[in-house]
């Protein structure tokens, strides 16, 4: 039995409620890797173009802990 039909066999063993996670699981493994590259280079770009000096300003962890309250 192939995988693609061990899946759908498996599926008629998924209660209704459930479904709802199969289906967005599936349709992340679906999902266009060149669509998801492409968003993340230009988010990049975005970040690298954009005039706020402040974004160059290293943060240690511990400092980030303290303001966000997880000390």
């Not at 192939?2 to 061990?6: C, G, T």
């Not at 890797?33 to 968003?39: L, N």
């Given at each position: 039995m192939?995988?693609?039909?061990?899946i759908i066999s498996l599926l008629d063993?998924?209660?209704?409620?459930?479904?709802g996670y199969v289906l967005a699981y599936v349709q992340g493994v679906a999902a266009d890797?060149?669509?998801?590259?492409?968003?993340c280079n230009r988010m990049w770009e975005n970040y690298i173009n954009d005039p706020d000096h402040d974004k160059a300003e290293n943060i240690p962890l511990e400092d980030c802990?303290?303001?966000w309250g997880l000390d």
């Open positions: 192939s995988n693609k039909e061990q063993n998924i209660p209704d409620y459930k479904m890797e060149e669509a998801d590259d492409i968003f802990l303290k303001e």
